[in-house]
């Protein structure tokens, strides 16, 4: 199974691709931990990310999509994947199609008042990746492995205007583009409810 999952910054679609992976035979491929892995391992790829993650913008598509091809060739993407921040523009869509087809297109569906609530509560588990709210979860430490959280270093208010309106403006069109394929899960509950949407609709896929 080949599944993308669209949605604005925070919309939580780093936790449902988790909850996806765990029931189903896919892997997941996010771009955004792929361009943060090669930042901290201080790769040419990492060192040009930065540029342009600091400042909210999208890093250019000839970047992201040499990158996002050489994961998906990878022996462990045979079964299926669910790509979670892959395609952000319409010609990084044009050019999946030309890699491999897709079975289907999840769109996280958040009001914007939600989002920016959650903007700057998210936290992360630097270990296991486990995602976290502090209006939820106030430990500083995972419940699932003990290792500390961190705040990324792009969720800060500036640059996440700058992410809602390149959203709004580059990715959101992807909508009208995956139309046939679309279908809307409401991720304005707790992680599980959105889940249960999504996973019933997987299962009739
Ligand atoms: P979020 O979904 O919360 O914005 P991500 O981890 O998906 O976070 O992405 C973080 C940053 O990585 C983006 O703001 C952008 O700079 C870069 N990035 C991730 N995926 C892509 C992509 N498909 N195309 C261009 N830039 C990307
Ligand atoms: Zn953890």
């Known amino acids: 199974m080949k599944i993308i999952l669209l949605g604005a ?33 201080q790769t040419e790829i990492g ?9 909210g913008n999208l890093v250019p598509d000839e970047v992201t999509v040499s990158m996002l091809k050489e994961r998906i060739s990878k022996p462990d993407c045979k079964n299926g994947f669910i790509l979670d921040g892959f395609p952000r523009t319409i010609p990084q869509a044009e050019a999946l199609k030309t890699i491999t087809d897709v079975d289907a297109v999840i769109l996280l569906d958040v009001p914007l008042d ?25 430990k500083s430490t995972c419940a699932k492995c003990g290792s500390p959280l961190f705040q990324r ?17 580059t990715t959101a069109p992807l909508i009208n583009f995956y139309a046939d394929k679309l279908f809307a899960v ?13 996973k019933d609709f997987l299962r009739r896929l």
Not at 47 to 55: E, I, R
Not at 116 to 138: A, F, L, P, Q, W
Not at 153 to 169: F, G, M, P, Q, S
Not at 186 to 198: C, D, F, L, N, V
């Open 9 to 41: 910054p925070f919309s939580g679609k780093g936790t449902l691709a988790r909850n996806i992976v765990n029931d189903f035979d896919v892997v997941q491929i996010s771009t955004g931990d792929l361009f943060r892995e090669n930042i901290k391992n």
């Open 114 to 138: 939600e989002i920016k609530r959650r903007c700057v509560g998210r936290r992360t588990c630097s270990k296991c990746g486990e995602i976290y709210n502090t209006s939820t979860y106030d």
């Open 47 to 55: 060192l040009l990310a930065k540029s342009y993650m600091d400042k």
């Open 153 to 169: 270093d792009d969720d800060n208010l500036e640059t996440i205007t700058a992410r809602l309106e390149v959203y709004e403006k």
């Open 186 to 198: 409401k991720g304005m509950g707790t992680p599980e409810e959105t889940y249960k949407q999504a």
